[in-house]
């Protein structure tokens, strides 16, 4: 990856302008890694140093303890930003994570707290990269809101038993819109993305198979889901490391803290 350090030219309006037009008409995007990388590229000019620093972040993800089906397979790192429609993009006191059982009946309704994404990568270019791109993206579709924005590092740990990205099954997340980019694959298979209308048809399956593949949904719209992995070499390290950034127009509410009792 060879960044242009440049703006974002007339190619990169027409992308978002593409992405927008399919967002409305079919509910979900895959773009690839040769739209997403230069566009992403382009906003800040982020080097190839930092974006293998922007990966090798992932390496250093804490255990997600809120797994109700008592799996051990995913670790995680969170954070909260705003943005008004045109505005910067502004990272927020650290807060648990929320989801009611509504949206997640496996590990929602109650407050979660994850550790927080490090300073440097929450305040870095290439996160700072994929923020602007969802601002301007989303916002194309509904201005002049305020959004709160919550970001999370995930990585499924393939090598562990019941290893899935999407514990909870083919779910929406409760908010307007999402961003899953793919930030590395390693000796794994499995692992495709699927996108149901709310009748349960299946609208597209696709796998992220390389760095900056990425698949944008109206989360209002449909529901997505990601299939099991497992390792290609038992033997062998294996894991999927993804960021996964949500948009909504209004904050979710705080459930229930068991940390608090």
Same mark, same amino acid.
């Given at each position: 990856?060879?960044?242009?350090?440049?703006?974002?030219?007339?190619?990169?309006?027409?992308?978002?302008?593409?992405?927008?037009?399919?967002?409305?008409?079919?509910?979900?995007?895959?773009?690839?890694?040769?739209?997403?990388?230069?566009?992403?590229?382009? /906003?800040?000019?982020?080097?190839?140093?930092?974006?293998?620093?922007?990966?090798?972040?992932?390496?250093?993800?804490?255990?997600?303890?809120?797994?109700?089906?008592?799996?051990?397979?995913?670790?995680?790192?969170?954070?909260?930003?705003?943005?008004?429609?045109?505005?910067?993009?502004?990272?927020?006191?650290?807060?648990?994570?929320?989801?009611?059982?509504?949206?997640?009946?496996l590990n929602g309704g109650i407050a979660?707290?994850?550790?927080?994404?490090?300073?440097?990568?929450?305040?870095?270019?290439?996160?700072?990269?994929?923020?602007?791109?969802?601002?301007?993206?989303?916002?194309?579709?509904?201005?002049?809101?305020?959004?709160?924005?919550?970001?999370?590092?995930?990585?499924?740990?393939?090598?562990?038993?019941?290893?899935?990205?999407?514990?909870?099954?083919?779910?929406?997340?409760?908010?307007?819109?999402?961003?899953?980019?793919?930030?590395?694959?390693?000796?794994?298979?499995?692992?495709?993305?699927?996108?149901?209308?709310?009748?349960?048809?299946?609208?597209?399956?696709?796998?992220?198979?390389?760095?900056?593949?990425?698949? /944008?949904?109206?989360?209002?719209?449909? /529901?997505?889901?990601?299939?099991?992995?497992?390792?290609?070499?038992?033997?062998?390290?294996?894991?999927?490391?993804?960021?996964?950034?949500?948009?909504?127009?209004?904050?979710?509410?705080?459930?229930?803290?068991?940390?608090?009792?």
């Amino acid at each position: 990856m060879t960044p242009p350090g440049a703006a974002a030219g007339a190619a990169d309006t027409r992308l978002l302008a593409e992405a927008r037009a399919a967002l409305t008409r079919d509910g979900c995007v895959f773009w690839p890694a040769a739209h997403t990388a230069p566009l992403l590229a382009g /906003l800040t000019g982020f080097t190839d140093r930092e974006w293998t620093a922007f990966q090798d972040s992932w390496n250093r993800l804490e255990r997600d303890r809120y797994m109700a089906d008592g799996g051990r397979y995913r670790e995680r790192r969170h954070a909260t930003f705003s943005a008004s429609a045109s505005g910067p993009v502004r990272q927020e006191p650290h807060r648990p994570h929320y989801q009611s059982r509504a949206y997640n009946p496996l590990n929602g309704g109650i407050a979660r707290h994850f550790a927080p994404v490090e300073p440097s990568i929450a305040q870095g270019p290439v996160l700072g990269a994929v923020l602007s791109c969802c601002r301007d993206l989303f916002g194309g579709l509904a201005p002049a809101r305020a959004w709160h924005i919550e970001v999370h590092q995930f990585r499924i740990d393939a090598a562990r038993s019941g290893a899935t990205p999407t514990p909870e099954g083919v779910h929406r997340d409760g908010v307007d819109f999402v961003w899953m980019m793919l930030v590395q694959r390693r000796n794994i298979q499995g692992g495709e993305t699927r996108i149901r209308d709310q009748a349960g048809e299946t609208l597209a399956r696709f796998t992220l198979a390389d760095p900056f593949d990425a698949a /944008l949904v109206d989360d209002a719209r449909v /529901l997505h889901g990601v299939t099991p992995v497992t390792p290609l070499d038992p033997s062998q390290p294996a894991w999927r490391d993804v960021l996964v950034v949500t948009f909504a127009a209004n904050p979710p509410e705080q459930g229930p803290d068991p940390s608090a009792s």
